[in-house]
C-alpha cells in the first residue's frame, strides 16, 4: 500500500505491507534509525516519536494508520546539523544518558512536554516520562535534565538582568531538592563541626 | 514480534465500515491500536483484515446533552482528559483517565476501543458500569444502545456480535447540585494493569443526607461491578458507617487468583479501595455548595 507522510517536515512516500509497523517503516524506507525498537509491543517508550505533535509509541501503529500525519523523529530536533535543540543539550550537560537506548524517546517525550508547559513541576516532568523505560540512569538526571532544559527555555525570552541569578551559586538554576547544587553550600564548611550543619 | 499478514481497509463511512464488518467474520475494527497492535505482534490475534474507523468523524467527539455526555468511540483518551467540559460533566472519568495506560498511550487509545476490548482490569468500563452509563452500537441494519453492565459479559468479551461496531458511549450525567467523587487503584506499577480499582460518585441534599450512591469495582473477578451501596442513602454516613457497608457487600465478592494477586488479597483491597473512594466522594460532596446555601 502506497503512503505519504510528513516525516520532519519532509514529505515522504513508501510502498508498504499493511503489517509494517511505523518504526520498521522509519528504520527501514527512510533509514532513520534513531527511533530505537525495544519490546515491540508498547512496553518501553524507546520507539517514541511525535505524531502532529503529540509523543506516541511507534511501534503501536502500522506505517498505514501513519498516511497523512506529520511525525517528527529525534533526527528532526536538532536546530542544524552538528547543533543540538536545547533538550538535548541539557541531557548532556545533567548526564541524561548512559547508553542511550532509552534516549531518543525521552527527548522528544520532554520536547512535547515543554511545548505544552515550560514550568512543568517535577511530579509533570515524572507522569509525562512515566511510559519511558531507562535501565541505565535510575531516572534522576533525566528529570534533572528536562528541568535543566526547561529553565533555560524560559529565561532565553527574559532580558539579562532578570536573568542574573543564573550565575549566583547561592540559588540553584532550577528549583526542587534534586537541584543541581542543592545542599551544597550547607553542607561544605570545613574547619566547622559535623560541616556546619545544624 | 511481527504480525501475521493482513488486509487493511480505512472506509469512509460507518456504514461502510460495517458493511466490510458483516461480509467478513476475521475482519477486526482497529481504532487508537494500543492494545491490538501488540496482540497481533504477539499473534494472539490474526485477523484477516483491519477496518480502520479512526478516521470517521461521526464516531468522534465529546457532546454535552442536559442528562448524558456522550463521548464518541474513536474519541482519543487523551482529548477527553484535556476536556474542560468533559472534565465538568463527567469528573469521575476526568478522575480515572490518569491512571489509563501512560501519556504516549493514551494519545492513540480511545474511549471505545478501551470499552470494546473490555480487560476487566480497566478504568474505563469500570466508570462506565459504576454510572450506569450506554453502549450504542451500530451495524448495517440498527444503531442500538445497550447498557454497560449487559454489555460487558466477561474478560474481553463483550455481547457485541460480527459486524458490529462501538459507535458511543453514554454517560449519564448527575443533576444533584452537590455530587462528589473517589477513584481508587492498586497495581504492580503506577499504569499497569489494576490488581482492583474502585470508582464511586455520591450526590448529597442540602443537610448533606446521602440521596444518591455508586460504588463500582474493577480487576478483581472477571468484569468490572457495581457494588449495592443503597444502605447509604437518606444518611450522611461516617466513615465506620461507610466501612461496614462496603465490607458487608464486598464479603462475598467473587474474585480472581492470579500470580499477582490472590482472590483474599484481592477481596481485602476492593473493600479498603472501595471505602476509600466513597469517603473522598462523601468529602467532595460535602465541600460543594448546595443550592439553598
Ligand atoms: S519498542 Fe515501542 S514501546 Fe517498546
Ligand atoms: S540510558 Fe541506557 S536505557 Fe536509558
Known amino acids: 500500500m502506497k503512503i505519504s507522510l510528513k516525516v520532519n517536515g519532509q514529505l515522504r512516500e513508501a510502498d508498504v505491507e ?13 533509514l532513520l534509525v534513531g527511533s530505537h525498537a525495544g519490546c515491540e509491543h508498547g512496553v518501553c517508550g524507546a520507539c517514541t516519536v511525535l505524531i502532529d505533535g503529540e509523543p506516541s509509541r511507534s511501534c503501536l501503529m502500522f506505517a498505514v494508520q501513519a498516511d497523512g500525519y506529520e511525525i517528527t ?13 536545547v533538550v538535548q543539550d541539557a541531557f ?13 524517546g525521552m527527548v522528544l517525550t520532554a520536547h512535547a512536554l515543554l511545548e505544552h508547559n515550560d514550568a512543568p513541576s517535577r511530579d509533570d516532568i515524572v507522569e509525562a516520562i512515566s511510559g519511558n523505560i531507562c535501565r541505565c540512569t535510575g531516572y534522576g538526571q533525566i528529570v534533572e535534565a528536562v528541568e535543566f532544559a526547561a529553565d533555560r527555555l524560559r529565561k532565553t525570552n527574559l532580558p539579562r538582568h532578570a536573568r542574573s ?19 551544597v553550600l550547607t553542607a561544605v564548611q570545613p574547619d566547622t563541626p559535623r560541616g556546619g550543619r545544624a | 514480534m511481527k504480525p501475521a499478514p493482513f488486509d487493511y481497509i480505512r472506509p469512509v463511512s460507518l456504514a461502510e465500515a460495517c458493511e466490510v464488518l458483516a461480509g467478513d467474520e476475521d475482519a477486526r475494527i482497529i481504532a487508537g491500536g494500543q492494545t491490538l497492535i501488540p496482540m497481533l505482534a504477539m499473534r494472539l490475534a490474526r485477523p484477516s483484515r483491519l477496518v480502520d474507523v479512526i478516521r470517521l468523524q461521526e464516531l468522534r467527539g465529546i457532546r454535552v446533552e442536559d442528562d448524558a455526555i456522550v463521548i464518541g468511540a474513536t474519541t482519543r483518551q487523551a482529548e477527553v482528559e484535556r476536556s474542560e467540559e468533559a472534565r465538568a460533566a463527567l469528573p469521575l472519568l476526568a478522575k480515572a483517565l490518569p491512571w489509563v495506560g501512560h501519556p504516549p498511550t493514551r494519545n492513540r487509545g480511545t ?13 474505563i468500563p469500570l466508570v462506565a458500569v459504576t454510572l450506569g452509563a450506554d453502549i450504542e452500537i451500530a451495524n448495517t441494519s440498527d444503531r442500538t444502545a445497550m447498557p454497560a453492565d449487559d454489555f460487558f459479559i466477561g474478560p474481553m468479551l463483550t455481547a457485541v456480535t460480527p459486524g458490529d461496531c462501538v459507535c458511543a458511549v453514554r454517560f449519564p450525567r448527575w443533576q444533584h447540585a452537590r455530587v462528589g467523587t473517589g477513584f481508587h487503584e492498586v497495581s504492580a506499577r503506577q499504569s499497569d494493569f489494576a490488581f482492583v480499582a474502585a470508582a464511586a460518585q455520591v450526590a448529597l441534599d442540602d443537610d448533606s443526607r446521602c440521596i444518591e450512591a455508586t460504588l463500582g469495582l474493577g480487576g478483581i473477578g472477571d468484569r468490572a461491578l457495581r ?9 450522611a454516613p461516617s466513615e465506620t458507617a461507610i466501612a461496614d457497608i462496603v465490607r458487608a457487600a464486598a464479603k462475598d465478592l467473587e474474585a480472581s487468583s492470579d500470580l499477582h494477586a490472590s482472590a483474599s488479597y484481592r477481596r481485602r483491597v476492593a473493600a479498603t479501595l472501595g471505602i476509600r473512594a466513597l469517603t473522598d466522594a462523601f468529602a467532595e460532596a460535602a465541600s460543594e455548595r448546595g443550592a439553598g446555601q
Request: net charge negative.
Open chain 2, 227 to 235: 457494588i449495592d451501596v443503597s444502605a447509604l442513602i437518606g444518611h
Open chain 1, 73 to 85: 523523529t529525534i533526527e528532526g530536533l536538532a536546530p542544524a546539523p552538528g547543533e543540538l535543540s
Open chain 1, 18 to 30: 499493511p503489517r509494517k509497523t511505523l518504526l520498521d517503516t522509519l528504520r527501514e524506507d527512510f
Open chain 1, 165 to 183: 541569578d543564573a550565575n549566583n551559586p547561592g540559588k540553584p538554576p532550577f528549583g526542587g531538592n534534586d537541584a543541581l547544587g542543592h545542599g
Open chain 2, 111 to 123: 474511549v471505545g476501543g478501551s470499552i470494546a476490548n473490555a480487560d476487566p482490569s480497566a478504568e
Open chain 1, 92 to 104: 548532556c550537560e545533567t548526564h541524561g544518558l548512559q547508553c542511550g537506548y532509552c534516549t531518543p
